[in-house]
């Protein structure tokens, strides 16, 4: 069963997974912008911002995590985003063992694990200050769609300075953020029962080919195909 709610923590999210016995899951982990922080089964992972589908290689009974918004997680976790993408790395490699096995640790023997992992959030990032506002401003154009020089001018950046940012911030450069949240814009818009061609139009693509390409290289799977699997796990209360 996979749940999720918002967090305190401005714009991060809280999910869990839970199964009767350690399993491997095959729910498809589609890039998003995101990185998370996960306690699987007593360890402490971080898994960092994708460009293209992941599905887990580990039999784990239960997840907490904590997904922060785009760009957050270098802030608070301490590494650079470009370090972890499409990785998923062992906190204890980033931190150190004795730091990361006291964290799992209180994490692990809370009543919520996923609670657990959000005071800890809490307390990092009174600590940090707020989101950088240029990071946000960053992902708020991009994500409603608009070009990345056009964001850099906007933002009274130069382009290189953009990429440098977007680096260390998102993982991977403007471009590959833009695609990505093209990509989530469109998928919502299949979840919410829109036919491919529709969702096409309105994400910003150029027609329904262009989701479709860009759907099976970042997803692995075709836009119809999504739609069917999400149907059926909505029904189910799931979430992919």
């Given at each position: 069963?996979y749940?999720?709610?918002?967090?305190?923590?401005?714009g991060?999210?809280?999910?869990t997974r839970?199964?009767?016995a350690?399993?491997?899951s095959?729910?498809l982990?589609?890039?998003?912008g995101?990185?998370?922080?996960?306690?699987?089964?007593?360890?402490?992972?971080?898994?960092?911002?994708?460009?293209?589908?992941?599905?887990s290689?580990?039999?784990v009974?239960?997840y907490?995590g904590?997904?922060f918004a785009p760009?957050?997680?270098?802030?608070?976790?301490?590494?650079?985003?470009?370090?972890?993408?499409?990785?998923?790395?062992?906190?204890?490699?980033?931190?150190?063992a004795?730091?990361?096995?006291r964290?799992?640790?209180r994490i692990?023997t809370?009543?919520?694990?996923a609670?657990?992992?959000?005071a800890?959030?809490?307390?990092?990032?009174?600590?940090?200050?707020?989101?950088?506002?240029?990071?946000?401003a960053?992902?708020?154009?991009?994500?409603?769609?608009?070009?990345?020089a056009?964001?850099?001018?906007?933002?009274g950046?130069?382009?290189?300075?953009?990429?440098?940012?977007?680096l260390?911030?998102?993982g991977y450069?403007?471009?590959?953020?833009?695609r990505?949240?093209?990509?989530?814009?469109?998928?919502?818009?299949?979840?919410?029962?829109?036919p491919?061609?529709?969702?096409?139009?309105?994400?910003g693509?150029?027609?329904?080919?262009?989701?479709?390409?860009?759907?099976?290289?970042?997803?692995?799977t075709?836009?119809?195909?999504y739609?069917?699997?999400?149907a059926v796990?909505s029904a189910?209360?799931?979430?992919?």
């Open positions: 069963m749940e999720e709610r918002p967090a305190r923590l401005d991060a999210v809280l999910w839970t199964a009767p350690p399993v491997v095959d729910a982990v589609v890039p998003d995101c990185m998370d922080l996960i306690w699987a089964d007593g360890r402490l992972l971080v898994a960092g911002a994708d460009t293209r589908a992941h599905r290689a580990e039999a009974a239960r907490a904590l997904r760009g957050d997680a270098p802030r608070l976790l301490g590494v650079p985003a470009a370090e972890l993408r499409d990785r998923r790395v062992d906190l204890a490699d980033l931190w150190g004795g730091p990361a096995r964290l799992a640790g692990g809370a009543p919520d694990p609670a657990a992992l959000e800890y959030a809490l307390r990092g990032a009174a600590r940090t200050g707020p989101a950088d506002p240029l990071v946000r960053v992902t708020a154009r991009l994500g409603a769609g608009r070009p990345v056009e964001t850099a001018d906007a933002l950046l130069g382009v290189r300075r953009l990429h440098r940012l977007s260390a911030a998102f450069g403007p471009s590959v953020l833009a990505v949240l093209r990509l989530q814009r469109a998928l919502a818009l299949l979840r919410a029962g829109l491919p061609a529709e969702a096409a139009a309105r994400a693509y150029t027609d329904q080919a262009h989701l479709s390409r860009d759907t099976r290289a970042l997803a692995g075709t836009p119809a195909a739609a069917r699997v999400s796990v189910n209360s799931e979430i992919p």
